[in-house]
Structure formats: structure tokens, C-alpha cells
């Protein structure tokens, strides 16, 4: 039983910063790509950040500059460090992280999201 469960979100001013974390736990035998996607009210679902296991990131270009991703393979964790937040930020955002549990084939887990709001 494989469980992603994120923590950090919540509310702040447009200016501000908030740290996002996302934590695997089960039976894991191994962690590939991890990222970050979000989905503002009646919009799709984008990928703002990933980050490989030999830690290249990649970021959506309306963050670059503001978000970082990183990772921590041995806590199976990954996280989000957002500075400079802007009401377009705002949505509901959502951790993956592409796992192997040695009974299946690796396939993509989702955490449960993250409500994140920027008031401005």
C-alpha cells in the first residue's frame, strides 16, 4: 500500500512564500521522476516542476526565477519552495512521484492536493 500525503499549503499575500512537501510511505523499492502539478478552478491540470533522480529540473516558465524543486530520494520526499507568489499561483496543487513497490510494474502515484492561495 503505497500512499503519498502532502502538507504546506494555505493562504498568503501576493509577495509572500510557501513550502510544499510530499511524502511517500509503504513498501517502496525504488523512486524515479518526482514533481508538482497544479490545477486552477476550470482550468486542466499543468506540470509546474520536476525533478529527476540525478536531481534535473525542469519548471514551468511562469515560475521560473520563483519555484524550486527538490528532493530527498533516502525520505522518499519532494518538495516545492515557492517565493514571490502571484494570484495566478492560486489552485489546488498536486505531488507525483513514479514509484516501483516490487509487486507491479512503476507506475505514477498521486498525493491527495494542496489547496494554495495568493490574495492580492
Known amino acids: 500500500q503505497v500512499q503519498l500525503t502532502e502538507s504546506g499549503g494555505g493562504l498568503v499575500q501576493a509577495g509572500g512564500s510557501l513550502s510544499l512537501a510530499c511524502a511517500a510511505s509503504g513498501i517502496i523499492y525504488s523512486i524515479g521522476d518526482m514533481a508538482w502539478h497544479r490545477q486552477a478552478p476550470g482550468k486542466q491540470r499543468e506540470l509546474v516542476a520536476s525533478?529527476?533522480?540525478?536531481?534535473?529540473?525542469t519548471y514551468l516558465d511562469s515560475v521560473k526565477g520563483r519555484f524550486t524543486i527538490s528532493r530527498d530520494t533516502a525520505k522518499k520526499t519532494v518538495y516545492l519552495q515557492m517565493n514571490n507568489l502571484k494570484p495566478e499561483d492560486t489552485g489546488v496543487y498536486y505531488c507525483r512521484q513514479f514509484i516501483a513497490d516490487n509487486r507491479s510494474g512503476p507506475r505514477n502515484y498521486w498525493g491527495q492536493g494542496t489547496q494554495v492561495t495568493v490574495s492580492s
Open positions: 525533478i529527476s533522480r540525478s536531481d534535473d529540473e
